[in-house]
């Protein structure tokens, strides 16, 4: 690994130097292939042939639910790309896989008018995806001429999973649930390898449970593109879970990750050590992580992984108790684990940067908080990100790195 690194920092500091010495009208003749894409919003159906680990594209199947995966894209003005993951809980368990869901099972994106949709079950409204870094009229924003890959979410496994998997619904039945979020991402990829040819940079984000999908699954891409600046962003999703979560996950999702880097065994992982590895493997490339300090989802989850000390029976298999969460005590043990992390994962990885905002809103990137979030030392959300990505080389300190440092709330 040590020599690859090398290798990689060498060729992309050669590559840059080419690039420059290049005159600007050919440069900027590098565009994204696709010339059939429309202005706006398009919704993208995978390849119909295409498996990985011989399973297709496709949702969590479960009941009631539409099992097909699209994706979206939007067309941009320059030759760089945004890859987003969506965000929508996880579930492990026959109660919150089938019964009392924890996570989003199906596509809920839809495109009107070229426009971006989330189809609301509960009152049938079509709102815009339009605010935060989708917010593509607000002069603010870092990616608003961009190109956007949407990955929506549908398959309770992090992105990670690549597995049908049987819950048990009574003594003798059960119910599968497709566990395909890595085979989506697979899917996904190999359209954007087909259809872009060499972006300047990509910025790989995702919320909540796409937050762990876009640090897992960034290394794939950044070795997709190895002559492009590929940037990370996990947005409230730092990885504080139970005991033996991983573990239990894995059993049910068959976590796919990438073994050059972390290893074969994913079980004793942390989130830290996901972070520290993946950034050390690409020393020259930018990582980051935003949470508020008493995030009230993260909590959630964090709590519903313990098991109930009454009755020795997991939180996730008692939904009566589900209201109740996440505890006053829970809260700030979460807390504490993800200011370790953070703070640990900064301490090991020099290209790594974190920003905690004061109190518990979940996410950050598809809200106009994005914009008016200045809780961490006074600097706003959306400069502190303009700092990651319009200075590709400032990472290790000094004039170079802007105000893109570690920024913690004094209030949380």
């Known amino acids: 690994m040590r020599y690859r690194k090398y290798f990689n920092a060498g060729l992309l500091i050669f590559i840059f130097i080419l690039i420059a010495s290049v005159p600007l009208t050919s440069a900027s003749t590098l565009k994204p292939l696709d010339p059939n894409l429309p202005s706006g919003w398009?919704?993208?159906?995978?390849?119909?042939?295409?498996?990985?680990?011989?399973l297709k594209p496709a949702c969590s199947n479960c009941p009631t639910t539409n099992p097909t995966y699209s994706f979206f894209i939007r067309k941009g003005t320059v030759n760089k790309v945004v890859i987003f993951f969506q965000g929508?809980?996880?579930?492990?368990?026959?109660?919150?896989?089938?019964?009392?869901?924890?996570?989003?099972?199906?596509?809920?994106?839809?495109?009107?008018?070229?426009?971006?949709?989330?189809?609301?079950?509960?009152?049938?409204?079509?709102?815009?995806?339009?605010?935060?870094?989708?917010?593509?009229?607000?002069t603010n924003n870092p990616f608003k001429d961009w190109y956007v890959v949407y990955l929506p979410y549908c398959t309770g496994d992090l992105f990670w999973g690549a597995n049908d998997y049987p819950y048990p619904?009574?003594?003798?039945?059960?119910?599968?649930?497709?566990?395909?979020?890595?085979?989506?991402?697979?899917?996904?990829?190999?359209?954007v390898k087909?259809?872009?040819?060499?972006?300047?940079?990509?910025?790989?984000?995702?919320?909540?449970?796409?937050?762990?999908g876009a640090i897992m699954d960034y290394p794939y891409i950044r070795d997709a593109f190895p002559l492009t600046f590929v940037y990370v962003l996990g947005d409230a999703a730092n990885g504080v879970t139970g005991d033996d979560f991983n573990s239990k996950a894995n059993a049910v999702w068959n976590i796919q990750f990438p073994k050059w880097i972390l290893g074969n065994d994913i079980s004793t992982l942390t989130i830290e050590d996901i972070y520290t590895?993946?950034?050390?493997?690409?020393?020259?490339?930018?990582l980051a992580q935003y949470n508020t300090a008493y995030d009230g989802t993260q909590s959630y989850f964090y709590n519903l992984q313990l098991t109930d000390p009454v009755t020795n029976v997991p939180y996730v298999e008692e939904p009566w108790l589900w209201s109740t969460f996440p505890t006053p005590a829970n809260v700030f043990a979460w807390n504490a684990q993800m200011i370790m992390y953070t703070q640990g994962t900064a301490n090991l990885a020099p290209n790594y940067r974190y920003y905690i905002g004061e109190g518990e809103i979940h996410t950050i990137l598809t809200s106009d908080r994005f914009y008016s979030e200045s809780s961490a030392g006074g600097v706003?959300?959306?400069?502190?990100?303009?700092?990651?990505?319009?200075?590709?080389f400032g990472v290790f300190g000094g004039p170079l790195q802007g105000i893109w440092k570690n920024l913690e709330n004094d209030n949380p």
């Open 42 to 54: 398009s919704q993208i159906s995978p390849d119909p042939n295409f498996t990985y680990l011989g």
């Open 88 to 138: 929508g809980g996880a579930c492990w368990d026959p109660v919150n896989c089938l019964q009392d869901l924890t996570y989003n099972p199906m596509v809920f994106e839809n495109v009107v008018s070229s426009q971006l949709c989330i189809y609301n079950p509960a009152n049938g409204s079509n709102p815009q995806v339009n605010q935060g870094i989708f917010n593509f009229t607000n």
């Open 169 to 191: 619904t009574g003594p003798q039945s059960s119910w599968t649930i497709q566990h395909h979020g890595f085979v989506n991402f697979q899917a996904v990829l190999k359209w």
């Open 194 to 212: 087909d259809n872009f040819l060499l972006p300047e940079e990509i910025f790989v984000a995702g919320s909540s449970a796409g937050g762990y």
């Open 277 to 286: 590895n993946i950034a050390a493997e690409y020393p020259l490339m930018k």
């Open 380 to 392: 706003y959300f959306y400069q502190w990100v303009q700092s990651m990505v319009n200075n590709p």
